[in-house]
């Protein structure tokens, strides 16, 4: 983009936000952008200020990036059986197969979530938990539900996060009548690439995530390859093969920092009680598919 079309690309958004002050101001909207009215805080809908993404015209988490257009999907079915080669990571009993996020991947602490009603719960606060095994290439399958009733608003409602490796974010929001940036939306690569569309299902129902993903491969500290990633969010694509562009980072730009070639699955810990079930793994090798 030119100096020139960038300027007026900036001058564009100036104008909406002028038009964003009077639609708050008009009480027709419960979102604004910061900086808010003097002691005023809502719920940030995007930034401004964020850097710009390699090759793109929109900053990390850029509040006039399009949202994704709306599908509807019917109700969530009851939780299918995993496959037979599947590892079962919950299967609605316990914690067995988790642990607490720790540095050290050898301190091997308790999960401090709960189960409650064949379900994992987050206990804000308490940390991120992340599986005992780890994996490479995979399919993913996980199941989850924002809180109900809703709080809050923008990030602030039904957040957490699917991390495979333990680096890589797919973000879990309960993105069902709640503004937000569009590269924080339920399925989004977080910070990176919105979703396809928005399929997520009112709070209190079940949505699920099938995860296609191919690890990152390194030479010593030289990325060879990055890692790519397919998602279908309640069975309709929302992230086709896309290329990863780093570690999950909120509101700047990432890159990639050698790890094992193998990692955990995380769930995060964003201080809502939102719930998972259902969640196993299928370990791939997509580079010997590949060759097939």
């Given amino acids: 983009m030119s100096r020139i079309s960038r300027a007026k690309f ?26 808010n009215a003097p002691g005023v805080t809502l ?22 990036r399009p ?27 316990d914690l067995s197969q988790w642990m607490k996020r720790v540095d050290d991947p050898q301190s091997l602490q308790p999960a401090g979530w709960e189960v409650k009603d064949g379900a994992i719960v987050v206990v804000g606060g308490s940390g991120d938990i992340q599986s005992i095994a ?24 039904g957040n957490s996060g699917v991390y495979l490796m333990g680096h890589y974010e797919i973000q879990i929001l309960d993105s069902h ?30 949505n699920s995530f099938d995860i296609v993903f191919e690890a990152p491969r390194f030479s010593g500290a030289r990325l060879e390859r990055p890692a790519y990633v397919t998602v ?20 700047h730009t990432t890159e990639y920092k050698p790890h094992a070639p193998a990692g955990p699955v995380l769930l995060q810990d964003h201080g809502n009680p939102t719930r998972f079930r259902n969640i196993w793994v299928r370990p791939l090798n997509l580079a010997q598919s590949a060759d097939q």
């Avoid at 104008?15 to 909207?29: D, E, Q």
């Avoid at 992230?239 to 990863?244: A, D, F, K, P, V």
């Fill in 10 to 35: 900036e001058l564009t958004k100036m104008g909406m936000v002028l038009a964003w002050a009077m639609i708050v101001g008009s009480g027709r909207s419960g979102w604004a952008e910061e900086p």
């Fill in 43 to 64: 719920p940030r809908i995007g930034y401004v200020d964020s850097p710009f993404l390699p090759n793109s015209r929109w900053r990390v988490h850029d509040l006039y």
């Fill in 67 to 93: 949202r994704p257009s709306i599908v509807h999907v019917a109700p969530s079915p009851a939780p299918a059986s995993p496959p037979s080669d599947a590892v079962v990571l919950f299967d609605g009993k």
């Fill in 134 to 157: 780890t994996f490479a290439d995979c399919q993913l399958h996980v199941e989850w539900s924002a809180p109900t009733p809703p709080e809050g608003g923008s990030q602030g409602r």
């Fill in 177 to 206: 009548e709640n503004t937000s940036y569009a590269d924080g939306q339920a399925g989004a690569v977080y910070g990176q690439y919105p979703p396809l569309v928005n399929v997520t299902r009112p709070p209190g129902e079940w």
């Fill in 232 to 251: 279908f969010q309640n069975g309709v694509l929302v992230q086709y093969h896309r290329e990863i562009m780093g570690v999950a980072a909120h509101k």
